[in-house]
């Protein structure tokens, strides 16, 4: 037994000292450096994937010109196609601007490519306000509320976590919320127009932003504190920085303080009107739109009868109206500088509150656009109101700027407007009686 174990132990003996020492080769025992070299790629596998990759470049690339080939096959069809419109030969129209003699307004500025009609008719209506209340004539920056309004979408946007619209339309009021909160500057201390730039153009800059929402939304990220930093370096990038502080007749102001200061509009004394029926006629309710995107519900809503009043009182008084609705329609033209409901349309005396309601319901009405009404006459017995206008197509024709909106217009295709509480005194004895009807009975809960 002892003989078998010194056998198996000089055994191993050997074997290890067979095996080379730890740091050296077991070739002829020199040390394994380390070194870096190119790395391989197998011919055969590269080669392959260099021609997958050629296949799927060139797929790729007659895809993307199949498709343009299509887009603008599709767009050329879409701009050659013939549009309705009346013929004007008979329509009897107002003579020029000048003829309604207006009350003051500083001359239509456009709006390019843009959503922002509610802040162009908006702003300049208030300018119209400063001047009658005053005497000042200031004008005013769009894009310093445009700016503020985006940034106000996007904590909105950020506390419904995404369930909200973020687009470049809005409505009357936001002017004076984002006023209230932000201020608002002269035209000369903010252009919203960065250097080499003379036109506006938000559509890049939304869809960045939209797109940086959206990426937000997917991953669930809400830290409103770098979003709406974000959100700011875009509108930057596009608009420039609106001023903390600049001067203005000799004097430094703030936007906060130029609006407590030196416009000193108090935009409370301002009302909205609608005439739907999904709302009690003398009660406040929401404007349903999408460009109502908070949304605001204290929109006075009264018949078509008071609606249409109350455009023509102001106007008949010298007060000028904020006015939104519909411009998408056959008897709207800017090459007349005119907007009428044609016979084809809707005969004249079927216009009333039903089927006004009936099209805003099936969405052949839409909230398309603001315009800052400024004034009306009697033309050949219809009321015609004169119409300043940022649009491009109020451009086409002889009056820049402005439009020419008869009566029937106004009536089926307007959905709400801005006006002075002065011009809706007459209603409130009737929305105080509503209220009252509405109201449960005492000690109800």
């Known amino acids: 037994m002892k003989a078998l174990l010194r056998a ?30 190119k790395k391989y790629r197998d011919p055969v596998l590269k080669s392959m994937e260099h021609e997958a990759d050629s296949l799927n470049a060139l797929n790729d690339s007659l895809s993307a010109a199949v498709q343009k080939t299509f887009r603008d096959k599709d767009k050329k069809k879409s701009d050659e196609k013939p549009v309705i419109r009346i013929d004007w030969s008979g329509v009897v129209k107002p003579s020029s ?25 908006t702003t300049s209506f208030f300018e119209s306000e400063i001047k009658r209340l005053s005497g000042r004539e200031i004008k005013l920056s769009e894009m310093h509320t445009v700016y503020w309004e985006y940034v106000e979408k996007a904590l909105g946007y950020i506390a419904k976590r995404g369930c909200q619209p973020f687009a470049q339309g809005s409505e009357s009021d936001a002017v004076c919320i984002i006023w209230k909160k932000y201020g608002v500057v002269p035209d000369a201390a903010y252009s919203g127009l960065v250097p080499g730039k003379d036109k506006y153009d938000d559509e890049d800059m939304t869809t ?32 420039g920085r609106p001023p903390e502080e600049f001067e203005y007749q000799g004097a430094r102001y703030t936007p906060k303080q130029f609006f407590d200061k030196v416009v000193k ?38 018949p078509l009868k008071e ?14 109206v ?52 400024l004034a009306m006459m009697k033309v050949a017995g219809r009321d015609w109101f004169l119409i300043k206008d940022s649009m491009a197509s109020a451009y086409w024709g002889k009056e820049k700027g402005y439009y020419y909106y008869r009566d029937d217009y ?15 005194q007459p209603l409130k004895s009737k929305f105080e009686a509503q209220e009252k009807a509405l109201a449960p009975p005492h000690g109800a809960r």
């Not at 960045?208 to 509108?235: C, G, N, P, T």
Request: charged content about 25%.
């Open 8 to 37: 198996c132990v000089a055994g191993l003996l050997v074997a290890a000292c067979a095996l080379p020492v730890f740091g050296q080769s077991s070739d002829k025992g020199k040390p394994n450096h380390v070194r870096y070299e």
């Open 97 to 121: 601007p000048t003829a309604f003699k207006p009350p003051f307004h500083f001359p239509p500025h456009r709006q390019y490519r843009t959503g922002t009609c509610w802040c162009f008719s």
């Open 208 to 239: 960045e932003m939209a797109r940086y929402l959206e990426f937000a939304k997917d991953h669930s990220y809400w830290d409103d504190e770098v979003i709406i930093s974000q959100i700011r370096a875009i509108l930057d990038r596009y608009m």
């Open 265 to 302: 509009l108090n935009v409370d004394d301002y009302v909205d009107v609608m005439s739907t029926l999904t709302v009690p006629f003398y009660t406040k309710g929401k404007y349903d739109v999408p460009d109502n995107w908070r949304p605001t519900e204290d929109y006075y809503n009264v």
């Open 307 to 320: 609606f249409y009043e109350i455009i023509a009182r102001a106007a008949a008084r010298g007060y000028t």
């Open 322 to 373: 904020a006015l939104g609705g519909d411009v998408s329609e056959p008897g709207l033209y800017g090459f007349e500088d005119a907007a009428i409901i044609p016979s084809f349309d809707i005969p004249q005396e079927y216009i009333n509150q039903d089927s006004r309601e009936f099209r805003f319901d099936n969405q052949t009405t839409q909230d398309d656009h603001g315009v800052h009404l």
């Open 410 to 424: 106004i009536k089926l295709k307007m959905l709400e407007f801005m006006v002075h509480k002065d011009m809706v």
